[in-house]
């Protein structure tokens, strides 16, 4: 999986500075943007914490 799209709204957010939070759900996939509700379930990163994870992800998925 590349996860171009969510790349690039990450980078997007990394250059113009954007102040948020991200959840993601490695079993489903899913990414959520925090605003004010969120659970404790899931981790929370921000956009670079994120895209060092799925770029990390990229690098396991290629190693199999």
């Not at 959840?23 to 990163?45: A, R, V």
């Amino acid at each position: 999986m590349k996860y171009n799209n969510i790349k690039k709204i990450l980078k997007k957010q990394i250059e113009n500075g954007v102040k948020t939070f991200w959840t993601y759900d490695e079993n489903l996939k899913e990414f959520t943007q925090i605003y004010k509700n969120y659970t404790d379930d899931l981790q929370i990163f921000t956009p670079e914490q994120l895209l060092r994870r799925l770029e990390t992800l990229e690098e396991d998925e290629l190693s199999v």
